[in-house]
């Protein structure tokens, strides 16, 4: 059993063991809600065969992933040298651990419906768990794609595969530019994308979608959002964080729909304006924008004009707009064209921007703000959860062949990924000169929960 300093964050990932012991293992393969899986995979199974039963199977793949194992041969290895590791997944004897190419049929079978369904469902359980004992789990959330490796399967087994949907590996490329618009470095691959909505702060995976490596991520975004507000408790996600992959109006539009601050880099599209004259000003007026929607005043007096950006009030969300005054007057300056602009009122000029005008260009939080680029750089941690996911758990295998195979594989590592975050969550802390262990409030809730769940097999 994992025991957690008081001082540790709740979802404490450098915590986890480099080596799980079998005690931590037991507890995970305890926590894992899969009597609905095992069930469904026996009724599939039928009168068949039955030399390494369904549990024992699944346990097997779930073990390769706890125990960081590279291949499943390691695996098998480990379980054939340690009888305690074996019974806890039901073996008996040395005799009764799988070979290599039962792994490979099971993860064939669990990648079919409905069993790929229901391993999806072991995720979402134990999100929803969470949700809804943990208050602020999914109040910040970022999102991302990422590359992963793959082999596609030839002919007929491939048509098999597409009939049910499942998408196919295809090559994939992405170019990073630099401030210039230059490219600076290509990455392809041939594989996979994997996307992720995760939390901020905890860095716990909220929803995971897997798309061939043409699906953009601003048409999967709004997928991605809806399941992951249905693994959470009602208006909990506030605010949302993508890179400018994310940057299109119609998932502006969707979080401007719901009341979610998105925290998205705008992409460069013009070509040669630097700023436009804001919606409803004539000619007359001093007052323009730019791409990325900051708004700024001319001093027209000066010679020649000088512009100033304007000072930012807040977002009003009953006149669903963007307020600005003059920033000579709200930050302290002297300003030749305040005579002209202020007209005598204390507070200065007022500005308001309708966001409806172009939510895209003028979101709840403008871009152009200190909390703006505060609250972006939580961005990162969806790019930590993904390298946990790569270089922990080892989702990016490469040598998976078959679509199938690649979505059991890429479900099984996502749940143990929501089902150790279960066991961090619930681990017990010691408090007090006397190293006493107790638990937290959402540690009990969430046992209590377990206690309770009746899709935990036995």
Known sequence: MMVLHPAKPLFDWASLEDSPSLQTIKDLLAALPDGKLLESLRRGRGKGRNDYPVHVL????????????????????????????????GIESESGVPRPWNISRFEEVLGQQPH?????????????????TIPDLGRTTAGDATALAARNKKDQAAQEEIAEGLPQASGGRKEYLDAEGKVTRVVEWFGFKLHLLVDGKHEVVLFYEITDTRAGDGETLPVILKQAEANLPANRIETLAYDK??????????????????????????????ERMLPGHDGSSNVVYTEDGTIYCYDKVS????????????????????????????????????????????????????????????????????????????????????????????????????????????GVVLAV?????????????????????SLSPIAAALRAQAEKDPTIAV
């Open 58 to 89: 699944w346990g097997t793949v779930v073990l390769r992933v706890v125990l960081r194992h590279v291949t499943t041969e390691a695996t098998l290895a480990e379980l054939r040298r340690n009888e305690g590791l074996r019974r806890l997944i």
């Open 116 to 132: 790929r369904t229901l391993l999806k469902e072991i995720f979402h359980e134990l999100i929803r768990r969470l949700g809804a």
């Open 245 to 274: 992959a994310a940057d299109s109006d119609e998932v502006h539009r969707t979080l401007s729909g719901k009341g979610i601050t998105p925290l998205i880099q705008m992409r460069n599209l013009w070509q040669t304006e630097s």
């Open 303 to 410: 010679e020649p004009p000088v512009r100033h950006k304007m000072s930012y009030i807040g977002h009003e969300p009953e006149r669903e707009t963007l307020k600005y005054r003059c920033p000579a007057k709200h930050e302290g300056f002297e300003c030749p064209m305040s005579g002209v602009c202020n007209a005598g009122k204390t507070y200065g000029k007022t500005v308001r921007v309708p966001r409806g005008v172009d939510p895209r260009r003028f979101p709840s939080l403008p871009r152009a703000t200190k909390k703006f680029e505060r609250m972006y750089k939580g961005r990162t941690a969806v790019e930590r959860v993904n390298a946990r996911l790569k270089v922990y758990w080892g989702v990016d295998d490469g040598n998976v062949k078959g679509a199938r195979r690649f979505f059991a594989q890429v």
């Open 417 to 437: 990924h929501a089902v150790f975050a279960t066991l961090l969550a619930q681990s017990p802390r010691r408090e007090g000169t006397l190293g006493k262990i």
